[in-house]
């Protein structure tokens, strides 16, 4: 029982990483009033670069390499919603249409039709010494690829920069108010293009998370809709760094469920596991509504 | 009267040869993209088009029985969404819908072996249309309920959908040996009749109807006039009193959901013949790209579906043919939406400015003429 429940809050933690360090981005992304419905393909894009490049040169340039490849789709997106100002809905599903079938091309190009499973180096687990060898929650939280310490620095750099600096005050008055914002010197259009790119580079973290550190290869639209996932987290996460956190987990420990049901013996047969994380998904945003106030600006043009 | 006449007469001409020039750039432009990936990909631009040409258009049996075919399901997730997006409803859940309908069409066609084929064909593409809409109606009452985004709620509905006919062709629907993970395959009186010595099926025709019922419906009835009031403006909907914006966004979540269910139940009975996962190539996404570039209306949904019917077809000739992944579609298919969304941003911005300096020449504000 007790290593069964190791074995679901490891899974738990892995399988929330992706998920929080996209939530992460888009809740920065929606704070200056964009939402970024591309994030499903910023992670995809994100998976196949880190698979690549971290092939050629290692795990670390792996996640670099994934950042760096996302930069580029979500400046796509930025393009068009902020510069253009077409309609973002519109936008995101076009540039995840386009990553998809872009990281198709490029897979099918460079690993032959039938698409060879890839082994690649992985980002393996980095034990901290003394909190790992904690009873229950050492190994799950604290054995764990370098991509999960990113999520436990980001949450309080994230919460003290958006609540404690001009900066993040000038994303959420934009968010809120572009026109007041305009009003005080500040630039709707440059605080947006920075945060849709930083969002696009914690998207494409996802996706190296997913592809390096969690699966350990890329799969044809592997992404699985973890980017729309993302996107219901940060309305549950009500737009803070620590909600959205917890909700991530709250995902992770979903989808982790279908890994310790077996060693429980549980009946079911295994695609009501494979659905549970996106039924949940609305029945959390079903539960969750009018208690959810998004920024006013979100998604106007 | 008669100058309304002629004015409409005006832009009804005007419009034709805005269609046919913007038909002509979708085309070119789907040209410069493939040329240009093929190149990019190391592939011989020429040979691919020409695989492109020879798949969907290049001959009698190309156009019928692989464009055509492909286009079936595409004029009807397209309308769907067209249908959708009219009202403000963002359905991006047009995939699911179609699986939903795909797998009761099959089990309907399973259960009913010896009933006539006047018969069961009508029920089963009855029960594919009453799935799509149940599908739908789900991210229709939680928005309606709930007020929650019916992007996100479509599309995790697209992964229980997967999932569901996962587990239904290893389940209650699996061919009796149990060893391949798909339904058993119709039987010949639920599968529909084909069209002079094509692969060609009435679905298509059936598709044709739908389109022109639609179009008929958005411009000459109550409830299409309702539709089009509540994705122009809801608010000015709502604050005349007139129209109940809650209801009419259900319904055409419900309709939307119904065309896509009958686009799974026409692909089970008229093309595959059985339920399998893989069933749909993405019908559902692609349907958004044909509702975008049919400018959202049915019959211009209806050409755009055959449209990319064509790039699909011609794809799959590409990977047989010129050994390209038929991806290539999709990386086309979003390029032409993003081509779209550039194009129209740039005409209002360039309005805009045109009025500007207009108003600015004349000292008076301009007004009319430029929608919003």
Redesign the interface.
């Known amino acids: 029982m007790i290593d069964a429940l190791v074995v679901f809050l490891d899974a738990t933690a892995r399988t929330a990483t992706p998920l929080a360090l996209a939530a992460l981005g888009e809740m920065v992304v929606e704070r200056s009033g964009v939402i970024n419905?591309g994030l499903e393909g910023t992670i995809l894009a994100g998976a196949l670069a880190s698979v690549v490049v971290a092939g050629a040169l290692g795990v670390g340039a792996g996640f670099a390499g994934a950042m760096w490849r996302a930069f580029v789709t979500a400046s796509?997106l930025a393009l068009?919603v902020v510069t253009?100002?077409?309609?973002q809905?519109?936008?995101g599903?076009?540039?995840t249409?386009?990553s998809?079938?872009?990281t198709?091309?490029l897979y099918?190009?460079m690993f032959g039709?039938a698409g060879v499973a890839l082994t690649v180096p992985t980002a393996g687990r980095a034990a901290i010494p003394v909190l790992s060898s904690l009873p229950l929650v050492g190994r799950p939280l604290f054995a764990q690829p370098v991509t999960t310490y990113a999520v436990y620095a980001l949450v309080p750099l994230l919460a003290l920069w958006m609540y404690r600096t001009h900066t993040g005050l000038a994303l959420r008055a934009v968010g809120e108010n572009a026109d007041a914002a305009t009003a005080a010197g500040i630039s709707p259009g440059r605080v947006r293009w920075a945060a849709v790119l930083f969002g696009g580079a914690l998207g494409g973290l996802s996706g190296g998370a997913l592809a390096i550190a969690q699966v350990g290869t890329f799969a044809?639209g592997m992404s699985?809709?973890r980017g729309?996932?993302a996107?219901?987290i940060v309305?549950l996460g009500r737009w803070s760094p620590v909600g959205v956190a917890l909700a991530a987990i709250v995902f992770g420990a979903a989808s982790a469920l279908q890994f310790v049901a077996q060693s429980l013996g549980w009946a079911l047969?295994y695609?009501?596991f494979?659905?549970f994380p996106?039924?949940l998904?609305?029945l959390a945003?079903?539960g969750a509504?009018?208690r959810i106030v998004p920024p006013a600006g979100l998604g106007r043009r | 009267m008669r100058s309304g006449a002629l004015v409409r007469a005006g832009t009804a001409e005007g419009r034709g040869a805005r269609i046919l020039l913007a038909s002509l750039l979708l085309a070119g432009s789907a040209v410069v993209i493939v040329s240009a990936l093929s190149a990019i990909g190391g592939h011989d631009p020429v040979r691919v088009l020409g695989a492109l040409w020879s798949g969907s258009l290049g001959s009698r049996y190309a156009f019928f029985s692989a464009t055509l075919v492909r286009a079936t399901p595409l004029i009807l997730t397209g309308l769907a969404v067209a249908l959708a997006f009219t009202a403000g409803v963002m359905n991006i859940g047009a995939e699911g819908q179609l699986l939903a309908g795909a797998a009761a069409a099959t089990a309907l066609g399973l259960a009913t072996r010896a009933a006539s084929a006047w018969l069961t064909i009508p029920l089963a593409l009855t029960a594919g249309a009453i799935a799509g809409a149940a599908w739908a109606s789900v991210p229709g009452w939680l928005r309606r309920q709930f007020g929650v985004l019916e992007v996100i709620s479509t599309i995790m509905m697209n992964f229980v959908a997967l999932y569901l006919v996962g587990y239904l062709v290893r389940g209650p629907l699996q061919e009796p040996l149990g060893i391949y993970p798909q339904s058993s395959s119709l039987p010949e009186g639920v599968r529909l009749p084909l069209l002079g010595g094509t692969r060609l099926h009435i679905g298509f025709l059936l598709a044709l109807a739908c389109a022109v019922g639609a179009w008929w419906a958005l411009r000459a009835t109550a409830a299409g006039f309702r539709v089009r009031v509540i994705g122009a403006n809801p608010e000015a909907a709502r604050s005349a009193g007139l129209i109940d914006v809650r209801r009419t966004t259900f319904r055409t979540f419900l309709l939307s959901g119904a065309l896509a269910g009958l686009a799974g139940a026409v692909e089970v009975t008229g093309v595959t013949y059985s339920l399998y996962e893989n069933l749909s190539p993405g019908y559902g996404y692609t349907a958004i790209a044909v509702a975008l570039i049919g400018a959202l209306h049915p019959l211009l949904t209806a050409v755009s579906g055959i449209f990319f019917g064509a790039l699909e077809a011609g794809a799959a000739a590409i990977q047989r043919d010129a050994g390209v992944p038929s991806v290539l579609a999709t990386v086309v298919e979003a390029a032409l939406i993003l081509l779209l969304l550039a194009a129209v941003a740039i005409r209002a911005r360039w309005r805009r400015h045109y009025r500007i300096v207009v108003s600015g020449l004349f000292g008076r504000p301009a007004s009319g003429g430029d929608k919003p």
């Not at chain 1, 253009?84 to 309609?87: E, K, M, V």
């Open positions: 419905i796509i068009f253009l100002r077409a309609d809905i519109v936008t599903t076009a540039v249409l386009l998809l079938g872009v198709g091309l099918r190009g039709s044809e699985a809709g729309f996932i996107i219901a309305a047969p695609h009501v494979l659905a996106y039924v998904t609305l945003l079903a509504a009018g």
